[in-house]
Nanobody, 124 residues
Framework: QVQLVESGGGLVQAGASLRLSCAAS????????MGWFRQAPGKEREFVAA????????FYADSVKGRFTISRDYAKNTVYLQINSLKPEDTAVYYC?????????????????WGQGTQVTVSS
């Protein structure tokens, strides 16, 4: 069992930066690929970024390449999503997910475990 807790969201102005955190707990959580998703009001959940269990590979949605960076800190068992140059269209609830298979996160847009989400609101 893996528990995920997101934090770091908030209300910011366009152009600002945020760093979202996803703290993972569970005996084998460090062996999971981790991903970030977002869901805006009235829209489907969207894949944002993922990182393999060893941090060797990262994946990004085309819409966020160049502005979003995913990373993980094994000592803290935490995955981060650095978001720069925020835009109003980035407004959404951001969710963290974990799965043993990166393809599940990146292609199938699913995951074995999910956090409760953190709200990001970008004002223009």
């Amino acid at each position: 069992q893996v528990q995920l807790v997101e934090s770091g969201g908030g209300l910011v102005q366009a152009g600002a930066s945020l760093r979202l955190s996803c703290a993972a707990s569970g005996r084998t959580s460090s062996s999971y690929a981790m991903g970030w998703f977002r869901q805006a009001p009235g829209k489907e959940r969207e894949f944002v970024a993922a990182i393999t269990w060893n941090g060797g590979s990262t994946f990004y949605a085309d819409s966020v390449k160049g502005r979003f960076t995913i990373s993980r800190d094994y000592a803290k068992n935490t995955v981060y999503l650095q978001i720069n140059s925020l835009k109003p269209e980035d407004t959404a609830v951001y969710y963290c997910a974990a799965d043993r298979v990166p393809r599940t996160l990146v292609v199938l847009k699913g995951g074995d475990y999910w956090g409760q989400g953190t709200q990001v609101t970008v004002s223009s």
